[in-house]
């Protein structure tokens, strides 16, 4: 059977794809870092506002500002525009207000990634150990 998607979904979805292409072709500013990722889109029952989420590699900050939060910021104030080009790619009736937030996840699962990596290579060298032991 066919899986139900909410309107909202359908339009977080779309949202995502439309704003990943306008993010990586319109936006120029020099501050906004790196390669910029969207990864979710989270669309308010009513269509009005939208969570927009997003992860940030590389890129360098500047004058000791946070590099990610210098995205967050940059990408919150071209808002409108981004807003504005999506109604012009979009046959919305509203096009919701956009809101940018910085996607932990990423970085948080490559960490978990990491801790067992460690875990199983030292379990490695224990199993390694005490079987030289016994010979």
Do not use: C, W
Not at 9 to 20: K, P, S, V
Not at 50 to 77: C, H, R, Y
């Amino acid at each position: 059977m066919a899986k139900e998607f909410s309107r909202a979904q359908r339009i977080g979805d779309q949202i995502q794809r439309e704003l990943a292409q306008l993010i990586r072709m319109e936006i120029k500013d020099p501050r906004l870092g790196g390669l910029v990722t969207v990864t979710a889109v989270e669309v308010s029952r009513d269509s009005s506002h939208a969570k927009v989420f997003v992860t940030v590699m590389g890129g360098e900050p500047q004058e000791g500002v946070d590099g990610v939060a210098q995205s967050i910021k940059v990408l919150n104030d071209a808002s409108g525009f981004l807003r504005m080009q999506l109604g012009k790619a979009m046959k919305l009736r509203s096009v919701p207000n956009l809101r940018f937030h910085y996607d932990a996840s990423v970085i948080r699962g490559a960490e978990l990634s990491a801790l067992i990596e460690r875990a199983v290579s030292q379990d490695r060298q224990h199993g390694d150990e005490s079987t030289e032991s016994e010979e």
